[in-house]
């Protein structure tokens, strides 16, 4: 089916605007890109944003407190199409949700915007001529990680925007719109594409960058699609897939190079002032993060619009992972407001602009535990040794961990191994914007209560997890469903 979609193509070392100021300005001045120094600027304008974490708020960890003279209205209105969950059951426009990008329609753009100038630097890369082995090498990488992007962006629109993929039915369950070429006009006639198609194209860029990047960077740093975090994405799209195979191959290859977790339970326990807690907690230096994006969402600020991780502090403490009550500030002596003290870093600043983690260690050992587990329907040997030192490196008391630990020795069947890795990793990545995507992958029931009724997603039906095409998509093209 042709469909038409409005794409922001920015000037490619240009910030990402509004639609009307794009058309605006010459769509030939991407013609200048003609060195390699142009096209390696480039592409650091391409690396992905922490895009995915306003559905956080869509998940089991968050409540709604309407606190009338405490919050924000405005804020609270503009969010509230996100935890009510409205925007499962209907496209909303970019002026419904907060200007700051904290929003599904923001995420959508960007994602494309990466895609389509991704696949512009591919064109340029191919019509360049290296004048010796040293270019061809740079050539090669940037190659790479132009695919690598456009992979990872592919995933997470059909990740948000499709239903989860399901082997017996990708190859007629339909995806999202498929870029296969860079396009130069503001207008272009796409066609959606099945979820087999998309995750083709997202298995052959990634593989492909594979062998086109170098095996380590000059500098380390989390915020490029290195080998490490190519490795680890591979990882997350085979779950997926439910290839446990595949899953199992390559985070073994990953953690061959890369095997530490972030020991949060050290961290907490040796820095008692929270600021430098989060400061730590999110230092890019940390070996377990493979790949970090920076953002402005305001993450600190939830309660302006009265939302609150109360379930998420609920869990840790009934599970002896936050006897000392560490996981929160509370904001207000006279209402119990709640915000992470993983984020308390970001409280004083004005902008609350930071980096998130995007790919982890930690979660690749998370992946490869649950394809052990998936692969053999219950707890295997090298799905316990992950859980164990995942288990041991979270803020669980002795006991906690212990109990969890030696529960494994005698599980049996794949619910009670599948309830235990979902625990862990849900308190592993509280707010983090990990949750939402486990809830899909297994069809976990949610429930909301907002401002005018309660909202549900009951599990029964793969569809109500998909987030609808923003509606500037589906105004503006008239054939998308």
Known sequence: MKTKIFLCLLIISGLLGSCKK???????????????????????????????????????????RDLSGHIVATAAEQTMPIFELTITRESLAANQFLASGFNPVTAFRRYYYRIINSWLLLEKAALYKPVDEKEQKRLNVLIGKAKAIKAYCNYMLTTLFAKQYNPG??????????????????????????????????????????????????????????????LGLLTRVYLDKQDWDNCIKYADELLKRRSVPLNVKQLRTSITDYAQFSDKYFDPANPTYLLMGNNTYQLIAYFFSGMYPYPALQLMQENGADDANNYIIQTSALFRDYV????????????RNFNLPLMTVDEVLFNRAEAYIRKNNGITDEAKANLTLLINNQTYNTNAANSRINSMNTMTGLQPAMDLLLQVKRIRFTSEGMRWFDIKRHNLPVSHVGRSGTYTIDGTKPEAYVIQLPLEEITRNLGLE
């Open 22 to 64: 794009f058309l605006e300005e010459p769509v030939d001045n991407r013609t200048l890109i003609t060195t390699l120094p142009d096209m390696e600027k480039t592409l650091n304008y391409l690396h992905p944003y922490s895009d995915h974490h306003f559905t956080d708020l869509m998940t089991d960890d968050y409540i709604f």
């Open 169 to 230: 039915t990708a190859g007629a369950d339909m995806s999202i719109p498929f870029v296969d070429k860079y396009y130069g006009e503001a207008v272009v006639a796409y066609k959606k594409v099945s979820m087999q198609q998309i995750f083709t194209s997202i298995e052959e860029d990634l593989t492909s960058a594979l062998s086109l990047v170098e095996d380590s960077e000059p500098v380390a740093t989390p915020f490029t699609l290195s080998k490490d975090a190519i």
């Open 340 to 351: 992470p003290q993983k984020f308390g870093k970001f409280f004083n600043t004005a902008t």
